[in-house]
DNA sequence: AACCTTTTGCAACTATGTTGCAAAACAATT
DNA sequence: AATTGTTTTGCAACATAGTTGCAAAAGGTT
């Protein structure tokens, strides 16, 4: 079962507002990662860019979202599961970029493996990022 | 061995150029990855930024060194080994951000994973980036 | 409704990246 | 080493992305 943007909000402590709701909602409608970019041309009334930014920052903050590092150097932005919580991001699935329709997945069945890094390394954190052709592209 | 900036150059068909002696020998002194302000900052003597920015363009395209996506959106460049050739990268080793000192690592000798992506999803490349601390700063 | 707090929009700014064009540097040839 | 043609570089101007301060608006609470 899905929760409400309102419920998202009252869960993460944040006051419930007109701007917060659309953008979750405009994550919930596309499941599927948004830049910054896109949530400014789908949001058909006029939201400030300055808005867009601090909401998106607020909702990392807060485990709403979770960042996706890309190869074009453009910030995308996923809704997180439930596992995700203030500070504490546990986004460790792997994230696929088709080529073709630009489409970025969160795939939250593939589980990173482990890896050996060298002695002397610590891991705090790994992140997969996959190209390829997703399957309506296919 | 070492292959000499005028040889790497001389390979890729480019002509030999302060500038671009100049930047790969940055990249070789510092042996990590290297960003556009990194280089900026590094070059003493005053390099246009456009300049900057169409040869680390030129070294992509010709296989010198390649791109590695980070998760707070800025472009990181690092030399490529010999295995890359124009038009065809093969940095499928791990890259490393400590997140101490900043600095990004190849990690040459760690092997990407076999991942078993969802049917329908076609693969091309896969990017792994890990955050810790390295040894260095440890 | 009245109050206080948080969020939003605006303006101005910094940083990052791109394009066209003329001057300079490079490569090849004599 | 001078001439010529090609490539590279620097400049100017522009476009896009992201940040900060502050006043107005909206949200929350009583």
Redesign the interface.
Known sequence: MKTSSTEILKNSGLSITDKRLKILELFQKNSKALSHADIESLSEKHFDRVTIYRTLQTFVDKGIVH?I???D???MYALCKEACSEGHHHDNH?H?LC?ECGTTYC?E??NI???????????????????????NC?
């Open positions: 960042t590092p890309t190869a150097n453009s910030i792997v696929f080529e795939l069945n593939v493996p482990e890896l050996n890094i060298p002695k002397g390394f610590t891991l705090h954190q790994t992140n997969v990022l996959v190209n390829g052709v997703c399957k296919k």
